[in-house]
């Protein structure tokens, strides 16, 4: 009688532990199905995102592109002292074209020199095919390092701030987009932290001694926050 009641019982525990399992089996199955279509989702949500990222990428680059090329178009055969960086589309002016040394008064050659640069450097910046695009428009001072940072931070400024100043000027003669300017246009001044040096490191003061025009896009901050993001998720 013993034997047939543990004979009994076995089988009863036998199913309910089966029954136990298998319902621990549709738990972890069910939690599986889910967390493999969250992932689907959250990879499906980032590729969106990864291709919206490389359309704004490439939209302003493409922009960019367009301006630099029309720039160095533009300025080919000026005979202006000046350089446009293929990179960035930044125009590089040297030593002397604007300011006599030591000076932030603009010089008659300066001015000169600015009446032949602005009118065809700003109709192609503000141009209906660009200016939706423009965020900024940077003039920027720089000097070597003989001196102080403080000395040539005041001597970039002034000298960014007063080819502004003429530009903006009513002496200086009308050209289109002039008013529209304003709304643009900044002055920086950059002391000598970022000099030109040649191939050895060593800095080339006459040529470190300039004025940059620059352009920033608006879609260029977009960019920044997804580089930011990008460094963020390296971390």
Known sequence: MAKGRYRNEDPMLEDGDQQHWLSYSDLMSALLLMFAL??????????????KKDQVIKQVIGVKTQIIKELQKAFKDSNLNMKV????GAIRFSDGVF????SYKISRAGKKNL????????SILLSDRFKDHIAQIIVEGHTDNDGSYLYNLDLSQQRASAVVKVILSNDFPNF???KELRQFITANGRSFIDPIKDKNGNIIKSKSRRVEFKFRLKDEDVIKEIQKMVNDGDQ
């Open 176 to 178: 289109k987009h002039k």
């Open 38 to 51: 969250f992932l689907m989702v959250t990879i499906l949500h980032n590729q969106k995102q990864i291709e």
């Open 85 to 88: 960086d293929p990179q960035t």
């Open 99 to 102: 300011f006599d040394t030591n």
């Open 115 to 122: 009446e032949e640069f602005v009118p065809k450097y700003i």
